[in-house]
């Protein structure tokens, strides 16, 4: 079934609201009161709009939380809603609680004027009579509003009125109790066994020893502390380490054409030498100069075109290249000899060619290049390798190359001018096991140490160890070792702990701070409301502060 929602203005008066409602075409119909309530704080106006609804044959329902608003509604039989989804309901009249005191008046001891005073009134109830006296049916209703000046009616009972108990805040009283109580008990169980501990917080005085020795680093001797030799541990790796560079050398490999010229003279110019000399320029007709390589003699006589003599040998360009590659039946000249005349064979074998190769300047600037290469990769490297502890002596670091080899060679061509220069390089680095070193600085501690029952060695100094001074030689490595250890009073944190428990704050200090060498002692507890130390050791912590005397 469909219902019309009104929602009321502040400013809305009763014939108003009653005009809306009768608007309505629905037969349920929620009133929304803004939060001041105003019109609809009168009993009268409520019963109005009952009467009306009742009359129209709608249904009314009020939308509210609001108390007064609710026990109103209440008198007026007006079902009230927390919202719109929710199912209206009458709320029920709260129950008068009435007072048992003597201030009740008692109307069997009342004289009889007064009885009459009190007497019950036939007049009309004034609420009754104001709504009588309006007529809902009326577009324009008058509100009327009740008398103030009849006396209410006073109460006349001898009866004596009981408080009825209210269960249902008892159920809920017990429920919470239920559900609070393992929560209650828990904490009481926590804050009572386990919650309570101590800290006893022990200042010592102490001494400081200083420690300063040089050691003889043995390798894998072992340690022997009566001749300061310590067993050290070198760990090296090896890797090829290459520069590449250019070469810069130049020369020429080109090679000569070679070839034979015939030469020939006329009998008539002919006298009675007729040796050419090896080494004489013979010049082409294009003006290419070989020179001789034997000597030529001219000897041969032939009547061919008259007259001649002629001898043949072998030439050699003076030049490299393939410009002096000449071909068959060229005509020559002999440079000195002008009635001489010659002609050649095809001249071959001639090349142009400029190498590029390694020189002995160039690997050398390779080599201090080579040298220059960073090495602390390496060095991180190894130091990583030490696992358990030890003590790097950094000084220790060596590089050693293997003499570098150049590829190519010195003297040999280079290819596009690249050359590579490698050497193969060892890394090292020595370190020495911490478990080595406390053995020599306690050993060096103990000597300070005049009393081995009160005084205990507090600090051996291994944190703040200093290695320094690194010295490699033919014989050997020695290294300087410098420390700083501490000497102090001899506690036994057991005992101590066995000692306090289930003593006060009091008691805590005064047996604690009568040991010997013990400076100040504070007890701190866990929570405001432990004051005692626990009986189980385990939840007792023994904290010791150390100053130097």
Same mark, same amino acid.
């Given at each position: 079934?469909?219902?019309?929602?009104?929602?009321?203005?502040?400013?809305?008066?009763?014939?108003?609201?009653?005009?809306?409602?009768?608007?309505?075409?629905?037969?349920?119909?929620?009133?929304?009161?803004?939060?001041?309530?105003?019109?609809?704080?009168?009993?009268?106006?409520?019963?109005?709009?009952?009467?009306?609804?009742?009359?129209?044959?709608?249904?009314?329902?009020?939308?509210?939380?609001?108390?007064?608003?609710?026990?109103?509604?209440?008198?007026?039989?007006?079902?009230?809603?927390?919202?719109?989804?929710?199912?209206?309901?009458?709320?029920?009249?709260?129950?008068?609680?009435?007072?048992?005191?003597?201030?009740?008046?008692?109307?069997?001891?009342?004289?009889?004027?007064?009885?009459?005073?009190?007497?019950?009134?036939?007049?009309?109830?004034?609420?009754?009579?104001?709504?009588?006296?309006?007529?809902?049916?009326?577009?324009?209703?008058?509100?009327?509003?009740?008398?103030?000046?009849?006396?209410?009616?006073?109460?006349?009972?001898?009866?004596?009125?009981?408080?009825?108990?209210d269960f249902g805040r008892?159920?809920?009283?017990?429920?919470?109790?239920?559900?609070?109580?393992?929560?209650?008990?828990?904490?009481?169980?926590?804050?009572?066994?386990?919650?309570?501990?101590?800290?006893?917080?022990?200042?010592?005085?102490?001494?400081?020893?200083?420690?300063?020795?040089?050691?003889?680093?043995?390798?894998?001797?072992?340690?022997?502390?009566?001749?300061?030799?310590?067993?050290?541990?070198?760990?090296?790796?090896?890797?090829?380490?290459?520069?590449?560079?250019? =070469?810069?050398?130049?020369?020429?490999?080109?090679?000569?054409?070679?070839?034979?010229?015939?030469?020939?003279?006329?009998?008539?110019?002919?006298?009675?030498?007729?040796?050419?000399?090896?080494?004489?320029?013979?010049?082409?007709?294009?003006?290419?100069?070989?020179?001789?390589?034997?000597?030529?003699?001219?000897?041969?006589?032939?009547?061919?075109?008259?007259?001649?003599?002629?001898?043949?040998?072998?030439?050699?360009?003076?030049?490299?290249?393939?410009?002096?590659?000449?071909?068959?039946?060229?005509?020559?000249?002999?440079?000195?000899?002008?009635?001489?005349?010659?002609?050649?064979?095809?001249?071959?074998?001639?090349?142009?060619?400029?190498?590029?190769?390694?020189?002995?300047?160039?690997?050398?600037?390779?080599?201090?290049?080579?040298?220059?290469?960073?090495?602390?990769?390496?060095?991180?490297?190894?130091?990583?390798?030490?696992?358990?502890?030890?003590?790097?002596?950094?000084?220790?670091?060596?590089?050693?190359?293997?003499?570098?080899?150049?590829?190519?060679?010195?003297? =040999?061509?280079?290819?596009?001018?690249?050359?590579?220069?490698?050497?193969?390089?060892?890394?090292?680095?020595?370190?020495?096991?911490?478990s080595e070193l406390e053995?020599?600085?306690?050993?060096?501690?103990?000597?300070?140490?005049?009393?081995?029952?009160?005084?205990?060695?507090?600090?051996?100094?291994?944190?703040?160890?200093?290695?320094?001074?690194?010295?490699?030689?033919?014989?050997?490595?020695?290294?300087?070792?410098?420390?700083?250890?501490?000497?102090?009073?001899?506690?036994?944190?057991?005992?101590?702990?066995?000692?306090?428990?289930?003593?006060?704050?009091?008691?805590?200090?005064?047996?604690?701070?009568?040991?010997?060498?013990?400076?100040?002692?504070?007890?701190?507890?866990?929570?405001?409301?432990?004051?005692?130390?626990?009986?189980?050791?385990?939840k007792i912590q023994v904290?010791?502060?150390?100053?130097?005397?």
């Amino acid at each position: 079934m469909h219902k019309d929602v009104i929602y009321i203005d502040v400013e809305d008066d009763i014939t108003a609201i009653i005009g809306k409602i009768k608007a309505s075409k629905e037969k349920i119909v929620a009133l929304v009161p803004p939060k001041r309530i105003g019109v609809l704080q009168s009993a009268v106006n409520l019963r109005l709009l009952a009467r009306m609804a009742d009359n129209s044959h709608k249904h009314l329902v009020l939308i509210t939380n609001n108390q007064a608003l609710i026990a109103l509604s209440s008198v007026a039989q007006i079902p009230i809603a927390k919202n719109l989804q929710s199912r209206p309901e009458i709320a029920e009249i709260a129950a008068l609680e009435v007072d048992d005191d003597e201030d009740v008046i008692d109307g069997a001891q009342l004289p009889v004027g007064e009885l009459v005073k009190t007497a019950d009134s036939t007049q009309p109830d004034d609420v009754n009579e104001a709504i009588e006296t309006i007529d809902v049916e009326t577009d324009a209703p008058q509100v009327v509003k009740p008398s103030t000046t009849a006396p209410l009616p006073i109460v006349n009972s001898n009866k004596s009125k009981t408080k009825v108990p209210d269960f249902g805040r008892f159920r809920k009283r017990l429920f919470i109790t239920l559900f609070l109580a393992p929560f209650v008990i828990g904490f009481f169980v926590w804050a009572t066994s386990y919650a309570p501990s101590a800290k006893i917080i022990i200042t010592a005085k102490t001494s400081s020893v200083d420690i300063s020795k040089a050691l003889n680093l043995g390798g894998t001797v072992a340690t022997d502390v009566s001749k300061n030799i310590i067993q050290s541990i070198t760990k090296q790796t090896q890797k090829d380490l290459s520069v590449d560079f250019t =070469a810069t050398g130049s020369r020429d490999d080109g090679t000569k054409a070679s070839g034979v010229v015939t030469l020939s003279i006329k009998c008539a110019d002919a006298g009675s030498d007729l040796l050419v000399p090896s080494g004489t320029n013979i010049i082409s007709s294009s003006g290419k100069v070989f020179v001789s390589q034997e000597d030529i003699n001219v000897n041969n006589a032939s009547g061919v075109g008259g007259c001649h003599l002629t001898g043949s040998g072998n030439v050699l360009a003076s030049v490299n290249g393939e410009d002096y590659n000449l071909a068959v039946g060229v005509a020559y000249t002999v440079d000195g000899y002008s009635n001489y005349s010659g002609v050649g064979t095809a001249m071959t074998g001639g090349l142009a060619k400029t190498t590029t190769y390694v020189t002995a300047t160039d690997v050398q600037k390779a080599s201090q290049a080579l040298v220059d290469l960073s090495t602390d990769d390496y060095k991180t490297q190894l130091i990583a390798e030490f696992t358990n502890g030890e003590k790097v002596i950094s000084d220790s670091f060596d590089v050693n190359r293997v003499a570098a080899v150049s590829v190519p060679a010195i003297g =040999a061509e280079a290819t596009g001018g690249k050359a590579k220069l490698t050497s193969k390089t060892t890394f090292s680095i020595t370190a020495i096991a911490k478990s080595e070193l406390e053995l020599f600085l306690k050993d060096s501690l103990k000597v300070g140490i005049l009393n081995a029952k009160t005084q205990i060695i507090i600090d051996d100094g291994i944190n703040s160890i200093l290695l320094k001074n690194y010295q490699k030689t033919d014989t050997g490595s020695t290294i300087n070792i410098a420390a700083t250890g501490k000497i102090g009073p001899n506690i036994d944190q057991t005992a101590i702990k066995e000692q306090v428990k289930g003593l006060k704050y009091g008691d805590v200090q005064q047996l604690i701070g009568a040991i010997q060498g013990v400076d100040s002692v504070d007890t701190k507890f866990s929570y405001f409301w432990v004051n005692t130390v626990p009986n189980d050791i385990n939840k007792i912590q023994v904290e010791f502060v150390l100053t130097n005397a």
